[in-house]
């Protein structure tokens, strides 16, 4: 393992790379570290040789699947950058560089223009509030078009966008940038590897052009301080430097969002951007405090230890990784620290910085640095590390709530057997994903953020585990309860030689409001039941209750009151009462119209207006009822209530509808009454399973 160059706090920068999947995202990561020196070649996605896309799983779907970060170096500073999925089902990740970054880049293609990811990430970084960039990749790809993106990211992200470079071309011909602080032009050279480029004046048929954003980009920075105002107004130009000073102090407070433009995969532009992330972007020291239980925390080499982990990967051969951002004091390689979570106390062994798959070993990591340890006994994600005796818990990353759910068993005796120790490992490392035996249903429940996340991770399984498994529909978690009143009576009586059994109970059973449970009423008078006896009653209805009438599910929402009933003064006891209560149950139940009950799901849909028909068309064929729609700049929430049955795989559905455009999350909406049809075959189904066994 090479060893890390050691960066004190000032000369550090902490970037999330975020954006649509397929926007770029790696490309231009790998172009950053190429063109700054910190990686020797400059790989690709598209033939798995990119730094930050090396698991075995990105490469079979050929795209980022977790959050990996890596540096660049440019002008003395160490640029951290954290690579991170587009698509939705790995979204824990983008959520996880959001917490620990103190600027992002968002990448933006020059042909697909903003996405739904692009719009998701964006959501993000508002919530935490930092500094964005804007760049818009692929401008040498055919139907580049910068001005429709800028556009399209001023009317969808937000207004205060603002380009500081604009392209020389597009597609084939785009081979050069004009950088509006230095109103001088980068010309480009075909076959360039590390950005370099020509410096000229702006070329004659884009003066018109240039002066145009100029202006804007002049008047704008004019606006966020009243010196440059005056400067401005006056006739003077504002210089590079008071721009670039305006610049980033209108990042540091949200209202301006500058846009540049490249070409990763041929470099072009990279330059340009390298210097301003450390022109623009916030150093750990220069960002707001990081509180915790009312204290304060910033990012000094003489504040008392605090750093999150954000991620942990179990390598095999290597064991866990702990991914950790540092936001007060600093750690040396060896230091005894301690988990803030459960007061367990961890050794720094081969302190590192990450570099794609990469672990550069560095004697210190100065306040605001993101380091990596390995083999962390006690240690999980959203932890937090501190000295010994301080509980400082920082801020956990929120992770998404897993909506889809899929019912696994292992393929054979001894992958099932392996499955308890395997599925909480899963889950460490991405805890998003979690899996639980459920007892009703008789089947381990593996739930995930979408389909391809739990795809992706039995595959996680089956390579670093050796457990494979097989997935089946999750069973349905019925009820069943009653509709009318009735009474009966329910008697045990057994005599075989010496003390015999005798209990014998009147019941009445009420239906009660949804959702409000079993409830009891004692209404012995005159001790016809002794006082002991009578909960015997309640357990015995209880018990028959949880195994049905209708077909084996549990009885609820009902009230049973026990009002009369006679005893033998040697005969009676517990058991017998407890008998004759489930007996009464059965009998009362069967005159009470008893039903089905089925478990029902609000699920939420946000889809780009021109999906509503189809998509609502799609849930009313799966017995949904659309309850609302709420329209909100070109895209609407439809809101619907389906039985949980008719939703297996109900994600890939839609994203065929929509070419992946939309996305959903679920909520549990308790029970309604099942329609006869479904009843017949729900009981079918039982009595068919219950005759195997």
């Known amino acids: 393992m090479a060893a890390g160059k050691e960066y004190t706090t000032d000369r550090i920068r902490n970037v999330a790379v975020l954006g ?36 075995p799983e990105e490469h079979a779907h050929e795209i980022s699947i977790q959050l990996t970060p890596a540096y660049a170096e440019h002008m003395g500073t160490k640029i951290n950058l954290l690579d991170t999925p587009g698509y939705l089902d790995f979204t824990g990740d983008a959520l996880a560089a959001v917490r620990v970054a103190d600027a992002a880049i968002i990448v933006v293609s020059a042909t697909s223009g903003v996405e739904v990811g692009t719009e998701r990430v964006w959501r993000y970084c508002e919530k935490r509030g930092i500094p964005r960039i804007f760049f818009v990749s692929m401008m040498d790809r ?57 410096e000229t004046g702006i070329p004659e048929e884009l003066k018109d052009k240039e002066a145009r954003w100029e202006t804007e980009l002049q008047e704008t920075l004019a606006t966020t301080d009243e010196k440059l105002l005056e400067t401005y107004l006056e006739g003077g130009a504002i210089s590079r430097e008071e721009a670039i000073e305006a610049m980033a102090l209108g990042m540091s407070t949200n209202e301006v969002f500058p846009v ?23 150093s750990p020291a220069e960002t707001r405090p990081e509180v915790a239980d009312g204290t304060e925390y910033v990012a000094d080499d003489d504040g008392p230890l605090a750093a999150l982990v954000f991620k942990t990967v179990a390598e095999p051969h290597v064991g866990e990784l702990s991914f950790f951002r540092i936001f007060s004091g600093s750690v040396s390689n060896g230091a005894e620290v301690w988990n803030a979570s459960n007061g367990q106390t961890e050794k720094l062994n081969h302190l590192s910085v990450p570099m794609g798959r990469e672990r550069l070993e560095v004697p210190t990591l100065h306040a605001g640095d993101i380091g990596v340890v390995a083999k962390l006994k006690h240690t999980h994600t959203n932890d937090t590390l501190c000295p ?58 593996a739930r995930g953020v979408g389909e391809l996340h739990l795809d992706v991770q039995f595959e996680r399984m089956e390579r670093k585990y050796g457990v494979r498994i097989e997935t089946e529909q999750p069973r349905i978690a019925y009820r069943e309860t009653i509709t009318k009143p009735a009474e009966g009576q329910g008697r045990h009586k057994k005599q075989s030689g010496g003390r015999g059994q005798f209990g014998d109970c009147w019941i009445r059973l009420r239906p009660q409001p949804r959702g409000s449970g079993y409830e009891f009423v004692d209404a012995i008078k005159g001790g016809v039941i002794p006082g002991k006896y009578v909960p015997s ?15 084996g599910f549990p009885l609820v929402d009902f009230a049973a009151e026990c009002y009369d009933g006679s005893y033998h003064s040697v005969d009676s006891s517990d058991i017998a009462f407890k008998l004759a209560g489930s007996m009464a ?34 849930l009313t064929s799966r017995r949904g009822k659309v309850q609302g729609m709420e329209p909100e700049d070109g895209r609407t929430t439809v809101r619907a209530v389906v039985p949980e049955s008719e939703l297996y795989k109900y994600a890939a559905t839609l994203r065929s509808i929509t070419h992946g455009r939309a996305h959903h999350t679920r909520t549990s909406a308790g029970y309604q009454p099942a329609p006869e049809h479904i009843a017949q075959k729900v009981r079918a189904e039982t009595e068919e399973a219950a005759a195997h066994h």
């Open 388 to 445: 010994e005796g301080q509980r400082i818990a920082l801020e956990k990353i929120s992770f998404p709530r897993a909506d889809i759910a899929i019912a696994i068993r292992g393929a054979t005796r001894n992958d099932e057997d392996k499955l308890g120790e395997v599925l909480p490992k899963l889950h460490e490392e991405d805890p998003t994903f979690s899996a639980a035996f459920n007892p009703e249903l008789h089947q381990t429940i």
């Open 585 to 618: 149950f059965r009998s009362v139940a069967e005159k009470c119209r008893p039903i089905l009950l089925e478990p029902v799901v609000e699920v939420a849909v946000v889809t780009p207006d021109e999906y509503v028909g189809d998509i609502m068309g799609d």
């Open 142 to 198: 055919e139907h580049a078009d910068f001005e429709g993106v800028f556009r399209q990211i001023k009317k969808r992200l937000t207004a205060q966008a603002l380009p500081v470079e604009i392209p020389v071309g597009e597609g084939d011909d785009f081979h050069g940038i004009i950088n509006l602080f230095s109103e001088k032009t980068h010309l480009f050279k075909e076959g360039t590897k590390k950005g370099e480029y020509e």
């Open 260 to 282: 540049f433009c490249g070409s990763a995969t041929k470099t072009y532009g990279v330059r340009a951007l390298l210097k301003k992330l450390v022109e623009l972007c916030p």
């Open 20 to 55: 649509h999947g397929g926007s770029g995202k790696t490309a231009l990561i790998e172009a950053l570290c190429h063109v700054s020196g910190t990686s020797k070649r400059l790989g690709s996605p598209d033939d798995g040789t990119a730094l930050t896309m090396h698991t």
């Open 537 to 551: 009653v309640d357990k015995g209805i209880r018990e028959a209750a949880e195994r049905g009438v209708v077909a």
